[in-house]
């Protein structure tokens, strides 16, 4: 026995409506769950620049970075921004004590991993990159793909440090300015 038209319009729209949910959980890699973001003491939140070059200074001061004097790669300063030419021309090189993070402007190379960006330093396995002339700064995987790699983006080379601290040790600059 056949259904009513209408009926049968129902039941597919109502098993494409389930499929279309399974496919969104199952493609975005969710279950389902949802679980509240863990909150961290040391959350740093958004800083202007001023804040996060200060903050810069106070970990240098405190030993949670390194840094030695600028050696300078003059043409590949040229195609950084403004902010990222003045950090390098500042520091030349700043590197986390514990040796995972470096940033370098004798390094500032094109980047391996993303077509189109400088890589200008590495942390860990990630790859610290940014587009030529602009100051934002993306870490993206190094051994994905293109079309899978993650990437994670702050304001500046500034704030990438502040927040990498953040997370990495009990810096004083985590509690500051609240």
Known sequence: ???????VEVI???LLGVLLVLG???????????????????????????????GVRELLA?????????????????????????????????WSEGGGLELAATAVASSEHRPGHLSIGHSEDWDIVQRPGQDEVFIVEGSEGL???????????????VE?????????????GR
């Not at 959980?25 to 958004?46: H, K, N, V, Y």
């Not at 949670?64 to 990222?84: F, H, M, R, W």
């Open 1 to 7: 026995m056949l259904l009513p038209l209408k009926e």
């Open 12 to 14: 597919w729209l109502t």
């Open 24 to 54: 969104y959980f199952f493609l975005s890699g969710r279950d389902g769950a949802t679980e509240a973001a863990p909150m961290r003491d040391d959350f740093i939140p958004t800083v202007s620049l001023e804040e996060a070059r200060a």
């Open 62 to 94: 405190a030993g949670i970075y390194v840094s030695d004097p600028p050696a300078l790669n003059v043409e590949a300063l040229k195609q950084l921004g403004p902010i990222t030419r003045e950090f390098f021309m500042t520091y030349g090189k700043i």
């Open 147 to 161: 079309a899978s790699a993650p990437e994670i983006c702050f304001s500046s080379v500034y704030h990438l440090l």
């Open 164 to 176: 990498e601290a953040g997370k990495d040790s009990a810096s004083r600059w985590a509690h500051a």
